[in-house]
C-alpha cells in the first residue's frame, strides 16, 4: 500500500470500479482528508462458484480511518451502493450522504445488515454543501435510469474534482423527473475543473442514447396491443420503466400484480417518496390475479436478469407457488443483460418460449434504452466542464481506452488523459501529474450467506471441483511400524465413473501406498500435513499423465495409533501393492 503524496498533491484513487462493470468507489484525498464517492458491489462471472457479488478490499481505507470525512452517493443502484454495509461493518463512523431514493434504498440494506441504528445517515440534494477544514463536497443533476441522480464535485485547494456518476443527458425525462442541470456544470466548468471522472459505459456507442421517454412510448404501444396476460420484468430501482408499466396497464383496463421482494420495495419507496402516483384499487394482492381475466392482468416483477431464485425464474421453471405460464401469455424483458448475466437471461427467455409464452426483448422492440451516454453526450460533457485532466471511470478497460480517445477530439492532450487501475494513485496540481503508488485491493468474495470472508482459495477449489471433480483417498497406517494396515481406497465424484475406470483406481491406488510407504520411512518421520500434501501433489500429477486432468484431491489418513477401536488384523490389514484391487 504504497502511496507517496506531497503535501500539495490531490490524490484520485479507484478502490473499485475501473477496468470492469461494477464495484464502482472512488476516493479523492488531500492532506489528512479522502472523500469517498460510491461503494457498490460486481457481479459475479460464471466460474465464480456460490458468489452471490464480488465487494474490494477495504484494508487502505481502514488503516486511514480517520482521514475520511464523508460517504457521498450518486445514485441508489447497486454497483454504486452494494458495499456500503461492508464497509460500515469495518468502519462504522462514516458519515453516509445519498439522494432521497438511494437513501430509501440504503435504508433498507443498513436494517438487513443490523447497521441502522449504528448509521449516521444524510439526505443531499442539488444544492447541498458539505464543507469540511480542507475540502467541500457539493452536486448538481444529471439524468440516469433511476431517480435523484447526482453528479459529485469534490472542491480542493487545487481545483474542483468532478465524478459523473452514472449519467446521461435526457432532455425529455419521464415520472416528472428534472432534465440535467447544464447551467450549473457550466458555471462549475467556468470555475475550474482540475480533473473530470466521467462514466465509460458507453464510450463506444458513437451516438446521443434515446430518451426514456422514447422507451415508454413503445411500450405503450406494445401492451396495447396485447390480448392475454401480461408479465413484465425489469430493475426493481428504474422506478422509470415500473411507472411507465403501471401507466400503460392503467390506460388498458389492467390490474397490476407485484412480485419480488425488492419490486414491492421499490414500488413502495417510489409511493412514500412521491414518484409514484398509483390510483386506488389499480394494485392488487397476488392471490387475486388468477381470478381476473388474463386481458386485466400485468404482472410486475424481477428477475430481467436471469437470477434462479427470482420470480420470473420460478414462474419460467413451473416453481412459483401463485403463477403457472400459459401460452397466451406474453413476458416482457425490459432490460439488457448487464455483463456476466447474458447466459441465464437467454436461458431463460427459452424456457419462457418453450412453455409457449410470447417473450418481447431487446432493443429491437425498443422496450429497453440505455442509463448511460453514448460519445456525443461525453464530448458534450467535456466541452461544459472543460477539465484539465481526464479520467475514464466506471468501464472495462478497452472502454476507458475509447474514453480517452473521446476527450483528446475535444482537445485534452494525450498526456493529461489517463487509464487507471483499481488501486492506482493519481497525484494532481494545477501543474503537474503523476502516479504516486498504488493500493493493493484484491477482490473480496460474499457468498449466498452474505459472509465476506470467502476467499480466493475458496473460490479456486470450487472451480476445480466444478471443472475436474473430486478424488478422495482414505488409508489406514501405522506410523511406528511404518505399515499401510487398509487401504488406501479412492473414490471418485465428478472426475470418472468408477465401474469403467477400474484399471486407473487400482494404478492410482498402487501409487499413493508407494508414496505412503516412501513417506513413512523416511527421517525424521513426516507429520501428516507433509504426508497429505505429498499425497496430493504426486497422485494429481499421476493422474493428469493419465487423463490430462487435475481434479481436487481429499485425503484421509487415518493413524493405527491415535484411533481409539483397535483394528482387527486380518490377511487383508497388511497390503501387498500387487494385490489391491478396486471395491
Not at 386506488?280 to 431464485?309: F, R, W, Y
Not at 457468498?447 to 489406514?476: K, P, Y
Request: proline residues 5%.
Amino acid at each position: 500500500m504504497a502511496v507517496n503524496l506531497k503535501n500539495n498533491e490531490v490524490g484520485i484513487y479507484a478502490i473499485g470500479g475501473l477496468g470492469e462493470i461494477g464495484r464502482n468507489m472512488y476516493c479523492v484525498e488531500f492532506q489528512d482528508e479522502i472523500i469517498i464517492m460510491d461503494c457498490g458491489i460486481k457481479f459475479p462471472e460464471d466460474d465464480e462458484m456460490g458468489i452471490n457479488y464480488v465487494i474490494s478490499d477495504y484494508s487502505y481505507l481502514v488503516k486511514n480511518r480517520k482521514k475520511i470525512k464523508a460517504l457521498v452517493v450518486s445514485h441508489g443502484h447497486e454497483d454504486h451502493i452494494g458495499g456500503i454495509p461492508f464497509l460500515l461493518k469495518k468502519i462504522p463512523e462514516i458519515p453516509v450522504y445519498a439522494p432521497p431514493f438511494a437513501l430509501a434504498l440504503i435504508r433498507g440494506k443498513l436494517e438487513e445488515h443490523g447497521l441502522l441504528k449504528t448509521t449516521e445517515l444524510h439526505e443531499e440534494l442539488e444544492d447541498t454543501v458539505l464543507k469540511f477544514p480542507k475540502l467541500s463536497v457539493s452536486f448538481f443533476r444529471t439524468t440516469h435510469s433511476i431517480p435523484d441522480t447526482l453528479g459529485i464535485t469534490v472542491q480542493t485547494p487545487e481545483g474542483a474534482v468532478v465524478f459523473t456518476g452514472d449519467w446521461k443527458f435526457d432532455l425529455t425525462p419521464v415520472m416528472n423527473q428534472p432534465a440535467p442541470n447544464f447551467q450549473k456544470m457550466a458555471k462549475i466548468g467556468e470555475e475550474g475543473v482540475l480533473a473530470l471522472l466521467s462514466d465509460s459505459t458507453n464510450a463506444e456507442v458513437p451516438t446521443f442514447t434515446k430518451s426514456e421517454r422514447f422507451v415508454a412510448q413503445s411500450l405503450h404501444n406494445i401492451i396495447t396491443g396485447i390480448d392475454g396476460r401480461i408479465i413484465f420484468a425489469t430493475f426493481a430501482s428504474n422506478l422509470y420503466r415500473v411507472s411507465t408499466a403501471i401507466q400503460a396497464a392503467i390506460d388498458t383496463g389492467r390490474k397490476v400484480a407485484i412480485f419480488g421482494r425488492s419490486m414491492e420495495n421499490g414500488v413502495q419507496n417510489g409511493i412514500d417518496l412521491g414518484y409514484l402516483d398509483i390510483p386506488e384499487g389499480t394494485i392488487v394482492d397476488a392471490s387475486e390475479i388468477n381470478k381476473l381475466p388474463p386481458e386485466q392482468v400485468m404482472i410486475l416483477c424481477t428477475g430481467s436478469q436471469g437470477e434462479p431464485l427470482a420470480a420470473l425464474s420460478r414462474i419460467a421453471n413451473g416453481t412459483h407457488r401463485q403463477i403457472s405460464l400459459k401460452p397466451n401469455d406474453t413476458v416482457i424483458f425490459s432490460s439488457n443483460p448487464i455483463p456476466g448475466n447474458t447466459t441465464s437471461v437467454n436461458h431463460l427467455i427459452n424456457k419462457l418460449t418453450e412453455a409457449g409464452a410470447k417473450v418481447v426483448h431487446g432493443k429491437i422492440h425498443n422496450v429497453h434504452t440505455s442509463g448511460h451516454a453514448g460519445q456525443e453526450e461525453q464530448k458534450m460533457l467535456v466541452e461544459l466542464m472543460k477539465p484539465r485532466f481526464f479520467v475514464p471511470v466506471h468501464g472495462e478497460y478497452r472502454m476507458q481506452v475509447v474514453h480517452t480517445e473521446t476527450a483528446q477530439e475535444t482537445g485534452i492532450p494525450a498526456d493529461h488523459t489517463f487509464v487507471l487501475k483499481n488501486g492506482d494513485v493519481l497525484a494532481l496540481t494545477k501543474d503537474s501529474s503523476r502516479l504516486a503508488g498504488h493500493i493493493n485491493i484484491p477482490d473480496v468474495y460474499v457468498d449466498t450467506s452474505g459472509s465476506d470472508d470467502v476467499g480466493n482459495v475458496v473460490v479456486r477449489d470450487r472451480q476445480i471441483l466444478a471443472e475436474e471433480g473430486l478424488v478422495v483417498v482414505v488409508a489406514t497406517v501405522d506410523y511406528e511400524h511404518q505399515r499401510v494396515l487398509a487401504g488406501p481406497d479412492i473414490l471418485s465424484r465428478g472426475f470418472v465413473y468408477m465401474r469403467e475406470s477400474t484399471d486407473l483406481i487400482s494404478a492410482a491406488q498402487k501409487h499413493v501406498y508407494h508414496i505412503l510407504r516412501e513417506q513413512m520411512a523416511q527421517k525424521p518421520k513426516p507429520d501428516e500435513r507433509e504426508m497429505k500434501k505429498a499425497i496430493i501433489e504426486n497422485l494429481q500429477d499421476f493422474l493428469y499423465s493419465r487423463t490430462e486432468r487435475r481434479p481436487m484431491i481429499l485425503p484421509m489418513i487415518i493413524d493405527k495409533n491415535k484411533d481409539s477401536k483397535p483394528i482387527k488384523k486380518n490377511k487383508k490389514n497388511e497390503q501387498d501393492p500387487n494385490q489391491i484391487k478396486n471395491d
